[in-house]
């Protein structure tokens, strides 16, 4: 459990605006924030660091067309 009058140091880099509006979020709030921020971030890793392969490596597409596997 977290000491609610020893509240987390914001990271380096984090403006203070934004950094006093989440410590004004409610859980739910920072829940729906942390899904966006992780699929903002996905977005532009894959649009920015697309996956290269290493030496050796073989990159494989999977793509579900719903087929049921083969016993």
């Not at 924030?33 to 903002?40: F, V």
């Amino acid at each position: 459990m977290t000491d609610a009058s020893n509240p987390p140091t914001p990271p380096a880099g984090l403006p203070d605006s934004l950094a006093a509006e989440l410590a004004e979020f409610t859980p739910a709030e920072l829940r729906n924030t942390i899904i966006h921020a992780r699929k903002r971030h996905q977005f532009h890793e894959e649009r920015e660091s697309p996956v290269e392969p290493g030496p050796g490596d073989d990159i494989l597409r999977a793509t579900d067309k719903g087929a049921t596997p083969k016993s």
